[in-house]
C-alpha cells in the first residue's frame, strides 16, 4: 500500500511569527501520529521558510517551497534556486500550481525546467496538473492532462520519476468550496497512474503518489482518500489552521484503517 503525503499550500499567507504559530500549533496536534503511516508536509511562503524550518528541524513534518527558479544562481531579480531552497531546509518544492500557469505564464516547458532543477539539486517536485471548468464542460480533461504531464515529463527518467509526487487539482476546485466527488477524483487519478505507466514502468506508477487537490476540507477528506487511486491531497484553505489541517491528516489515517 502505498503511504499518504499530505501537503498544506499557504500560498500567499502568514508572516514570520504567523508561520511560526501555525507550524508549532500543528506539531502539537500531530503528536500521536506516527511517520510510518503518513508524511506531512507544509509549503510556506519563501519568507516563513527558513523560520519554519527551526521549528521541524528535528521533527517528521517536512518543508516545501511554492515555486523556484531552474537557474542555480545569477542575474535573475527576485527568483530562487533550488540551491538556496535546500540551504533553507526544503525536501520539497511545489511545481505548477494552476495559479502560476494562470497568473505567472508558467507552461509545461517552464514547469519541465523546473522539475528537472528541482529534482537535478535533490529536492522533491510535487508537481500540479489539472483542467479548467471550461475544459471539464468540453469533454476535454483527459487530453488536458495527458499534455501537462507528457510536456512536463520530457526527459525525466524512471528513476527520477520516482522522486516526483503529482498532484492532481481541477481549477474549478481549488478555492471554490466546490469539490470534485470522490469518483470523478479518482476516475482522473486512474487515468494518470495509467498514463505513467505507459510513459515511464508499470512499478513507476504502481509506486507513485498521486495527491487529489481542491477545496479539500475535515468533512470530506475520508471519502475522498478511501478512493484506491487517491494517496493524499494538496491542501490550500485549510492548511491555515492547525486545527483544520490536523484533521485532514487524521481524517487519511481513518480512511487508510490507521487510525
Ligand atoms: C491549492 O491551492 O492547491 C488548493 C487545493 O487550494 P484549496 O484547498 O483552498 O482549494
Redesign the pocket.
Known amino acids: 500500500m502505498r503511504k499518504p503525503i499530505i501537503a498544506g499550500?499557504w500560498?500567499m499567507h502568514k508572516t514570520v511569527a504567523e508561520s511560526v504559530e501555525l507550524v508549532n500549533g500543528l506539531k502539537a496536534s500531530l503528536g500521536n501520529v506516527s511517520p510510518q503511516d503518513i508524511g506531512v508536509v507544509v509549503a510556506p511562503v519563501y519568507t516563513s521558510l527558513y523560520p519554519v524550518y527551526e521549528v521541524i528541524r528535528d521533527h517528521w513534518i517536512k518543508l516545501s517551497a511554492q515555486n523556484l527558479f531552474w537557474e542555480e544562481k545569477g542575474a535573475y531579480t527576485g527568483e530562487i534556486s533550488p540551491a538556496m531552497l535546500k540551504d533553507c531546509g526544503c525536501s520539497y518544492c511545489i511545481i505548477g500550481?494552476s495559479e502560476r500557469r494562470q497568473y505567472f505564464g508558467e507552461t509545461d516547458e517552464s514547469v519541465n525546467k523546473k522539475i528537472r532543477a528541482a529534482l537535478h539539486f535533490g529536492l522533491l517536485p510535487i508537481v500540479c496538473v489539472g483542467e479548467s471548468l471550461e475544459q471539464r464542460e468540453k469533454g476535454t480533461t483527459f487530453q488536458v492532462i495527458e499534455k501537462q504531464i507528457r510536456g512536463g515529463f520530457t526527459d525525466i527518467s524512471p528513476l527520477q520519476m520516482q522522486k516526483v509526487i503529482l498532484a492532481y487539482?481541477p481549477i474549478w476546485?481549488?478555492?471554490t468550496g466546490r469539490t470534485a466527488t470522490p469518483e470523478q477524483a479518482n476516475e482522473v487519478h486512474a487515468f494518470i497512474r495509467n498514463l505513467i505507466s505507459q510513459i515511464f514502468e508499470p512499478q513507476t506508477s504502481d509506486e507513485l503518489c498521486i495527491q487529489y487537490?481542491?477545496?479539500?476540507k475535515p468533512d470530506n477528506t475520508e471519502s475522498l482518500m478511501k478512493q484506491p487511486d487517491i494517496d493524499g491531497a494538496?491542501?490550500?484553505?485549510?492548511s491555515l489552521k492547525a486545527d483544520s489541517f490536523a484533521s485532514i491528516v487524521m481524517g487519511t489515517l481513518q480512511a487508510y484503517g490507521k487510525a
Do not use: F, P, Y
Open positions: 499550500n500560498k500550481h487539482e476546485a481549488i478555492g487537490g481542491g477545496s479539500v494538496l491542501v490550500g484553505g485549510a
